[in-house]
């Protein structure tokens, strides 16, 4: 079986959800990078890698359980309740930036990595006051 990349996430917790959902529906995946992540906060995540012939079906079943996730979240701004997942364009830099101790990770990674990589990333807007927000707000 050849497995491929479906996405990568920060910490444990949300990767095993997204294991358990997927082996539930009968797709086969695993996590790769588990322990290297969970002792060293690596800027790559967690790999939930997945068998190539179901990471079609992986994907939208992933979508639909985040898009109905994201409806059930109220706005710190207005209290209204739901948002929508918006994909943003950003610089590895800037990524990096972000995490702890991203600055020199920032830095060394400028060797290993091509000028102009940039990643996708998620932001959350407010279906009401369409207020931007970088991560879901708790």
Request: proline fraction near 2%; glycine fraction near 4%.
């Amino acid at each position: 079986m050849k497995f491929v990349l479906l996405t990568t996430f920060g910490n444990y917790i949300e990767a095993s959800i997204a294991v358990s959902l997927l082996e539930e529906e009968g797709i086969v995946c695993h996590i790769e990078q588990e322990n290297i992540s969970t002792l060293m906060y690596m800027a790559s995540g967690m790999r939930l890698m997945v068998v190539e012939s179901q990471a079609e079906r992986a994907a939208e079943v992933i979508k639909k359980v985040e898009e109905e996730f994201v409806k059930t979240i109220h706005c710190p701004r207005c209290s209204y309740m739901g948002f929508t997942i918006k994909m943003v364009t950003e610089s590895h830099e800037s990524v990096l930036n972000k995490l702890p101790f991203g600055r020199i990770m920032s830095f060394m990674s400028k060797t290993f990595t091509k000028e102009g990589t940039t990643h996708d990333v998620k932001h959350y807007v407010c279906n009401n006051c369409q207020k931007e927000f970088e991560d879901l707000p708790s």
